[in-house]
């Protein structure tokens, strides 16, 4: 017989806000995402961008990053983690953490 404790994970404040506010988690850890039209988007609790091009955006928000693919695509502000993208948005993609360099599977 095993003696080993089970380890529980303590839920994060945003996931205890989130379950008693009934609101999705990644809001109350500061990430919104906002289209506006198909040829603007705003994204709100942005860390870092990764990748940035006229075809392809990749940015940090939360714990995930999201990858805006399109045409034409600008980022039109960009001010204390809030991003406006602007452009032909073909799609947008949640990507887990990988970003970067780091190869998708």
Same mark, same amino acid.
């Given at each position: 017989?095993?003696?080993?404790?089970?380890?529980?994970?303590?839920?994060?404040?945003?996931?205890?806000?989130?379950?008693?506010?009934?609101?999705?988690?990644?809001?109350?850890?500061?990430?919104?995402?906002?289209?506006?039209?198909?040829?603007?988007?705003?994204?709100?609790?942005?860390?870092?961008?990764?990748?940035?091009?006229?075809?392809?955006?990749?940015?940090?928000?939360?714990?995930?990053?999201?990858?805006v693919?399109?045409?034409?695509? =600008?980022? =039109?502000?960009?001010?204390?983690?809030?991003?406006?993208?602007?452009g032909?948005?073909?799609?947008?993609?949640?990507?887990?953490?990988?970003?970067?360099?780091?190869?998708?599977?």
């Amino acid at each position: 017989m095993s003696n080993k404790k089970s380890i529980h994970k303590r839920p994060t404040f945003a996931e205890l806000m989130s379950t008693l506010a009934d609101i999705p988690a990644d809001i109350t850890d500061g990430m919104t995402l906002e289209m506006r039209g198909r040829n603007e988007l705003l994204l709100c609790g942005c860390r870092e961008i990764y990748e940035y091009s006229r075809e392809r955006i990749r940015i940090l928000q939360g714990r995930c990053a999201v990858c805006v693919v399109g045409r034409r695509l =600008t980022m =039109t502000s960009y001010s204390e983690g809030r991003i406006t993208v602007g452009g032909e948005i073909d799609s947008i993609d949640f990507c887990g953490g990988l970003c970067g360099g780091e190869e998708e599977k």
